[in-house]
């Protein structure tokens, strides 16, 4: 599991890192749906919304002839529909093998859906955004659900699931700290990502903008200032 995480959250970490330089998107500012509307744009995905009865679908993904098309169900809270979102984007652009993708509710332990689980849960959560806002913004548990739109389910397994990949330290210890953050106590919470910091701060400056893209971006930055001249 320790291989599947690490390949998963570098290619996750790589394709939005070099999306947050490019676009000039602080760690502080981020929202996930920055990234996952430009992929929506860029690939020409088509977001459809479908309902069951049981809500045992929570999310399909297809690739055709036609294109390429998510769905979510519809009746799904906010949050849950931001994860399958961000699962069925897994699935794309880890260029799983296959036409057709189905996330059930009572869960799906095949490779192809843990790997698409961890992808969706750093687009949403990313190590430097947590970081920026947790150990250096000191944002309470409630405001990073908040900011990042997520449950309160998916914070705590993304915070357990960083820490155990970067740290020696047991479980248990991992979990009380966790759980003291749920809490509005960070001190240990705090010490954590003191250990980690570095590493995911490295992480981060190692993904270079384009340089190209940014004098795009200038350039039409300039144009549009200059429409209203």
């Not at 570098?10 to 990234?35: C, E, T, V, W």
């Not at 996952?36 to 479908?50: A, M, P, R, S, W």
């Not at 003291?180 to 960070?186: D, G, I, L």
Request: proline share 2%; net charge negative.
């Amino acid at each position: 599991m320790r291989e599947v995480y690490a390949r998963v959250t570098q290619i996750a970490r790589q394709h939005l890192y070099q999306f947050m330089k490019d676009n000039q998107i602080s760690p502080l500012n981020y929202r996930f749906d920055y990234y996952f509307d430009t992929c929506v744009e860029v690939y020409d995905i088509k977001i459809l919304e479908h309902h069951f009865s049981n809500r045992k679908i929570e999310g399909l993904t297809m690739i055709d002839d036609e294109g390429i098309s998510f769905s979510y169900e519809k009746e799904n809270p906010t949050v849950k529909q931001n994860f399958t979102k961000c699962h069925e984007l897994g699935h794309f652009i880890l260029g799983h093998d296959g036409n057709m993708f189905t996330e059930l509710s009572s869960g799906n332990e095949s490779r192809l859906e843990t790997e698409a689980n961890l992808f969706s849960a750093v687009i949403l959560m990313p190590d430097i955004v947590l970081l920026s806002n947790i150990y250096y913004r000191k944002a309470l548990f409630s405001k990073i659900l908040a900011d990042l739109v997520v449950s309160a389910e998916a914070l705590v397994y993304r915070l357990s699931d960083m820490f155990r990949y970067y740290l020696d330290s047991d479980y248990q210890t991992i979990k009380q700290a966790i759980s003291a953050y749920q809490q509005n106590h960070n001190q240990a919470i705090l010490a954590l990502f003191d250990q980690v910091k570095d590493e995911i701060e490295m992480e981060y400056k190692a993904v270079g903008a384009n340089p190209f893209v940014a004098v795009l971006s200038a350039l039409e930055k300039d144009n549009f200032v200059s429409s209203f001249d």
